[in-house]
């Protein structure tokens, strides 16, 4: 019969691993949570992974331990606890209690003896135990029942032979070791001058301190021996705080440390709490509400189906498919829920032929009266037009609102949410139901009866979540926002999407052989001025080279080396000539990769057009983002970036592209925003207000303003909405930090009104924990009041930032609606078909081309009123690099 395993978990050694390991983690209430989140990752790492039969964590007590009577300087040198963990403390504590894993905690005594103790009475019943600590003072318990288990190096186990093999000596003269080479960390002394090595290699010699100092003669070094001599003290009393006392006050029943059944309902309310969503997955009850999910299987029950719909005010609805692009995807069924507790599933080509089903569907689907919610409806949207179906009446999305209010987590899926605000988990997820990555099957291929669960439930549970969401909006004021911007913009993103964009693929490959050869060239630049070959895209050989061979100076180090990230080489290219050609390699690579040789593998083989992912819910300014491709990050401050824009060009010979540029939107938006005199009189008047700005801070005539004077206006400018700092505009304009910080004073004494609205803006954000936008859009800092003074400073340029640019964002939604409706109305050919940030791009008629010019102009400018007034730039062209202004 085996032994029984025990794991005595170091909990104060866990806790700071933790807390090191992930940094900046909170909750929506401000919370600190890094540490407390690596805790649980960390302790069911060490369940899954071992399946120990028992299991206790020891914590430290505050206040002094044995240790400090026999040496007061001890641990003195080990630095306080940071706050944020010390908030952590309790809810780690709390954790391992709904764990049902006993603690210990005894006062005058640490986390160590504790489990050393506990170790020694365990090794009395013929327990194996496993200390899991990486402190090293813990080996000098290691015999044949006890072994050390150390997480910080990938688990590696310490046993009788793995000590000598690391150390050269028996695990019990592990004392005798750190008695010689002292802890910084405790603040044991050790002998001054002696390290690990030589430690090791005395101890070996002569085996034991006592030995040693017997011996002190005999030892060849006279500095070794003076050393010892001088310190002969010393090492006694370090052996002495060295050794783990394994008498503490403490009983050991092995039957309070049985492994147990952990209340997963008290797990639930704390990660709930914390805000652990993968965490909760884990511990939420899978089935709290009943339900009633039926397969519609033949004619007669599809037509009853359509008769109930029909005298529906709303109905849920979700489709399944084969795909998660809605352009390639095949419907495979339909699911419908107007009933809490009920929904029915329409699977097609099973029972019924498909044409029957749409036909069925299409005059409820078109129907202005009866509303339709959805999760992440966009979605249903094209898949439905691509049947030939129009959607209209879109309600409510539970992602969207979701996503309104609370815009910093990260996931708005159905799982996520239904979680969140039912404590619900789903029966089933995606991946149980069609497995994940290259073993995944499609949703046509999983049986009827399971899809059926599945997609019933979706349908289900978002009924159910959007009479929650529906009250949560309006308790914060985001129904506004919520009703008459993001759900219009619903049908605004799918017709964009839908709409596509014509990519000129023979331009992009002649482009792509045109960067091969001009990467060739800079590789074998980069060689000549390396001295040698090597892989210019391993970090490690590059350090190499950079740091060893030109002996350049370190700027950062990393967990494994040198950094040479972009901002290294930067600094870095001042003194060699080397780091710019490798910025320059690096930039047209990425290019390359990313956007030349990627975007003709994006045509959609059928429409001939690449249909990007416009996505609503994913910053947290309230911007658009988009995915595959990601319009946004397509570079246009380099050459070779501009000339990514020249593939994209309009549909036929007849059309041209139109881009419409909002012009200095932020900044005019911070003029309304703060009401500075200066700044609304600047917009009003036209004036150029990077010059205007350079004529007040530099106190010269406007028509005196040079171009380096301006420049330095429009950084500012610009710097000011996202906080930056006099360090952050000394590196943008190359300036002393002192000259940049009186730029900024100058800038402030001239703009006052702008100074008052930033100082009040971060009070509000402190005592509400939010800033908003014009519309009300809300995002949450609560790193607003952070005891870390680097995560307060991002808070406040976060809290300065969000306001300007999510109104932007707010702004341009506003106008996209505008548009897409007049193009509706007016039944024009025109189509919007991207929108990047500020810009809005069109493929437009030649024959419409003027009307278009004013149906955007209007649709841009008249979009919402505010103390200046906004402009908007007019371009068309052939493609999107060659584009001339409109007057």
Request: charged share 30%; proline share 4%; hydrophobic share 40%.
């Amino acid at each position: 019969m085996s032994k029984k395993r025990l794991f005595l978990i170091d909990g104060n050694s866990f806790c700071y691993r933790a807390y090191y390991a992930i940094r900046s983690l909170s909750n929506s209430k401000g919370q600190p949570t890094n540490a407390i989140y690596g805790f649980v990752t960390m302790l069911n790492k060490i369940v899954k992974d071992n399946q120990p039969d028992m299991l206790a964590v020891a914590f430290d007590l505050k206040g002094p331990t044995f240790r400090h009577k026999k040496f007061e300087e001890y641990k003195i040198h080990r630095k306080p606890m940071p706050d944020e963990l010390v908030s952590q403390m309790p809810y780690i504590k709390e954790v391992v209690k709904a764990y049902n894993i006993p603690i210990y905690e005894v006062e005058g005594y640490e986390a160590d003896d504790v489990l050393a103790t506990l170790a020694k009475k365990a090794e009395g019943e013929d327990i194996e135990t496993y200390i899991v600590t990486g402190d090293k003072d813990a080996l000098q318990l290691v015999n044949s029942h006890i072994k050390v288990y150390n997480p910080n190096k990938d688990n590696l186990v310490y046993d009788i032979a793995k000590v000598k093999e690391t150390f050269g000596v028996a695990p019990e003269r592990m004392i005798d070791l750190m008695a010689l080479m002292g802890d910084a960390t405790d603040n044991i002394p050790g002998v001054s001058g002696i390290g690990e090595k030589t430690a090791i290699e005395l101890i070996g010699q002569f085996g034991s301190l006592e030995s040693l100092l017997e011996n002190v003669e005999h030892i060849k070094s006279e500095a070794r021996r003076r050393m010892l001599k001088e310190n002969e003290r010393v090492a006694i009393l370090s052996k002495e705080l060295a050794v783990l006392d394994t008498n503490v006050p403490i009983k050991l029943d092995s039957s309070d440390l049985l492994l147990k059944v952990p209340d997963e309902n008290r797990l639930f309310e704390l990660f709930k709490e914390l805000e652990f969503k993968s965490l909760l997955k884990d511990v939420a009850p899978r089935e709290d509400f009943k339900s009633s999910y039926i397969l519609i299987d033949d004619e007669k029950g599809f037509k009853r189906l359509i008769g109930e719909l029909k005298g529906t005010k709303e109905f849920a609805f979700d489709s399944e498919t084969t795909n998660e692009d809605p352009m390639v995807a095949v419907l495979v069924g339909m699911s419908f829920s107007w009933e809490e507790g009920k929904a029915y599933y329409v699977p097609v080509n099973k029972y019924l032929d498909k044409d029957k089903i749409l036909e069925g569907l299409r005059p409820i689907f078109e129907d202005d009266d009866i509303k339709k919610i959805g999760q992440n409806i966009k979605y249903e949207y094209v898949i439905l037009a691509n049947c030939g179906i129009r959607l209209k009446a879109i309600a409510f999305d539970t992602m969207i609102a979701s996503y309104l209010l609370n815009p910093s987590k990260l996931n708005h899926n159905l799982e996520d949410i239904s979680l969140d605000h039912l404590n619900h988990k789903m029966s089933m997820s995606i991946e149980e139901l069609i497995g994940k990555g290259k073993h995944a099957i499609t949703m046509d291929a999983v049986s009827v009866e399971k899809v059926c669960r599945y997609c019933c439930e979706d349908s289900d549970v978002t009924l159910r979540l959007k009479k929650i969401l529906e009250r949560e909006l309006s308790k914060k004021d985001l129904d506004k926002l919520f009703y008459e911007v993001e759900v219009p913009l619903i049908e605004v993103l799918a017709v964009m999407e839908m709409n596509g964009v014509v990519i000129d693929k023979d331009y992009l490959l002649g482009l792509s052989k045109e960067m091969d050869k001009k990467l060739n060239r800079l590789t074998k630049h980069i060689y000549d001025l390396a001295g040698e070959e090597f892989n210019i895209n391993s970090p490690k050989q590059l350090s190499v080279i950079l740091f060893e061979k030109l002996k350049l100076p370190v700027i950062r180090r990393t967990k494994t080396g040198f950094s040479t990230d972009e901002e290294v080489l930067r600094r870095l290219a001042l003194a060699h000539p080397l780091p710019k050609s490798l910025i320059e390699y690096r930039e047209l690579s990425k290019l390359k990769s990313t956007y030349v040789d990627a975007l003709p593998n994006l045509i959609n083989p059928g429409t001939k057009k690449v249909h990007t992912s416009f996505n609503q819910t994913v910053t947290q300014t309230g911007r658009l983002s988009s995915s595959e491709p990601n319009l946004q990050n397509i570079p246009i401050k380099t050459e070779e970036g501009k000339r990514i824009r020249k593939a994209f060009v309009p549909s036929g010979r007849d059309n041209l592209l139109l881009s419409a540029d909002y012009s200095q939107i932020e900044l005019r938006i911070l003029a309304h925003l703060s009401g500075d005199a200066q700044l609304i009189t600047a917009f009003k008047s036209g004036l150029d207000v990077h010059a205007f700005t350079a004529s007040l801070v530099f106190g010269t005539k406007e028509a005196d303003v040079t171009d380096e004077m301006r420049n330095m206006a429009k950084t500012v400018n610009f710097g000011i909405i996202y906080g930056m700092s006099p360090y952050g505009l000394s590196q943008s304009l190359s300036i002393e930090v002192d000259k940049a910080k009186d730029f900024i004073d100058s800038y402030f004494e001239r703009y006052p009104g702008v100074k008052l609205y930033i100082e009040d803006l971060i009070e509000e954000a402190r005592s509400d924990g939010y800033v908003t936008t014009i519309l009300g859009r809300r995002r949450y800092i609560p790193e607003i009041n952070s005891p870390d003074i680097r995560l307060k400073a991002f808070a406040e340029r976060t809290a300065i930032n969000t306001p300007i640019q999510g109104s932007a964002a707010d702004i341009i939604k506003i106008a996209m609606i505008k548009i897409h409706e007049e193009l509706k109305e007016k039944k024009l050919d025109s189509r919007m078909i991207m929108q990047v940030h500020d810009e809005l791009v069109f493929d437009v008629s030649k024959t419409e081309a003027n009307q278009m010019e004013r149906i955007v102009k209007d649709g841009m400018e008249n979009v919402i009123e505010l103390k200046v007034p906004i402009k908007a730039h007019i371009e068309t062209g052939k493609n999107w690099l060659e584009l001339e202004e409109v007057k």
